[in-house]
């Protein structure tokens, strides 16, 4: 199995940033795409950024110009940097991946989550 585990969430101000981190553990074969996605509340999920193995990336429009998505594959982790956070970034934020594990089919896995909250 894969676990998929977010920090970095917080309460922040308007105009603040935010480093949010994913790092991927388990029996890891091998690890595909990697993204965020944020759910507010009443709202449906949706795509924050993603990020291939070959470091092509995605954005949405609503935050483009404004966050940024890396990955250190050495590290199975993805990392998401929001800066001029707006209050309508306020979320829950999660991560997911595709990946392989040791004896299972490829799959899409997802962490728990983090809360970030941009308020003054």
């Known amino acids: 199995q894969v676990q998929l585990v977010e920090s970095g969430g917080g309460l922040v101000q308007p105009g603040g940033s935010l480093r949010l981190s994913c790092a991927a553990s388990?029996?890891?074969?091998?690890?595909?795409?990697m993204g965020w996605y944020r759910q507010a509340p009443g709202k449906q999920r949706e795509l924050v950024a993603i990020i291939t193995t070959g470091g092509s990336t995605k954005f949405a429009d609503s935050v483009k110009g404004r966050f940024t998505i890396s990955r250190d594959n050495a590290k199975n982790t993805v990392y998401l940097q929001m800066n001029s956070l707006k209050p309508e970034d306020t979320a829950v934020y999660y991560c997911?991946?595709?990946?392989?594990?040791?004896?299972?089919?490829?799959?899409?896995?997802w962490g728990q989550g983090t809360q970030v909250t941009v308020s003054s």
């Open positions: 388990g029996s890891i074969v091998s690890i595909g795409a």
């Open positions: 997911n991946a595709v990946a392989g594990a040791a004896g299972v089919t490829t799959g899409l896995y």
